[in-house]
DNA sequence: CAGAAATACTTGAGCTAGCAACTATTGTCA
DNA sequence: TGACAATAGTTGCTAGCTCAAGTATTTCTG
């Protein structure tokens, strides 16, 4: 409910430079997002080290109860499909990453486990990405601007969630 | 310099989270990222309208002198490969949305440019794509914060961009 | 001015993610 | 209990992106 006005056939809304004063915002978000993970993923390349993607996987089991995860919760986290991730995860098993574990109780659903050699690269990977990271944010941003960046992002898709 | 101790062999880092303290707000920008990025291309897809990257091409264009622009200007803007780009602007002209101009004085230069059909789309998409953004931004935040998280993602990406 | 280096773009191969269809298991209710 | 709906995950297909190599053109240099 409370589509905002779409104006469709009003060509006369006042756009200061072809967008909507949000759009500017978003322009500033994407890109934000597209130079910074391009940046990680070069440095983890050049490290020799896997993709960005296999360390958001290794560092969010890391973080989880038992270091395993069902794989919709784990799919919900890194905000991928559910097919997306049944591949990614085959790819971090095959590597001896990760194992695949099963429910007792219920045997349709199956764990993402990580095993010790992925805590071993996750922490191999970390500081590469925690450098770029810091560059990228510690360079131009106080702690406390830091801070309220991501309080606002959580807000911002906390609302991109809601149904 | 001033590399952000990495520790890599002390796992001892009051971590209360099992991250620094930037990637914290680094997830909170991914997942917003993702999470806008999806809700518009599900709108989109519903309106039975191209891609998300297609009004970027659009959108971008427009808001250019002459409503043109150089391949790699334009991949820059787009934050992709120009390796991509071609294959995108390829799809868009395909469609009859763009045409590919040259440039008289430096005959490796081509641009993108907009053709009247492309404009129309435009208009189309617009609507969709702005609904959307008003869900996640107004409805969360005020016009202030909003200018503040654009500021503050801008100074963000130029730090990641610096060499 | 010739040849080397740099620049702008395109092309081909490979990889990855999303979508939709499918299997397997569990929950619901008549 | 037995059928039907809902849930969890996987798989085939396809689109789109990146990377590296290739072509064309321009600029630099001796």
Tied chains: 1, 2.
Excluded at 18 to 28: K, V, Y
Excluded at 58 to 73: I, Q, R, S, V
Aim: glycine share 6%.
């Amino acid at each position: 409910m409370s589509e905002t006005a779409t104006a469709t056939t009003s060509p006369s809304t006042q756009d200061s430079c072809g967008g909507t004063p949000h759009r500017e915002a978003w322009l500033a978000l994407a890109r934000a997002h597209a130079a910074i993970t391009g940046r990680m993923q070069e440095a983890l390349t050049a490290a020799g080290l896997p993709p960005l993607a296999w360390f958001e996987v290794l560092a969010t089991l890391a973080e989880a109860p038992e270091e395993k995860l069902k794989m919709g919760d784990l799919a919900e986290a890194l905000v991928i499909t559910r097919g997306g991730l049944t591949k990614l995860v085959d790819r971090l098993i095959k590597a001896g990453l990760l194992e695949r574990t099963f429910c007792e109780t219920d045997r349709r659903v199956s764990y993402a486990t990580l095993l010790p050699a992925g805590v071993e690269l996750m922490e191999e990977m970390r500081p590469v990405v925690s450098a770029e990271l810091d560059v990228a944010f510690a360079a131009n941003l106080s702690e406390g601007e830091a801070d309220d960046l991501r309080e606002t992002l959580e807000r911002l898709r906390g609302s991109a969630c809601e149904v």
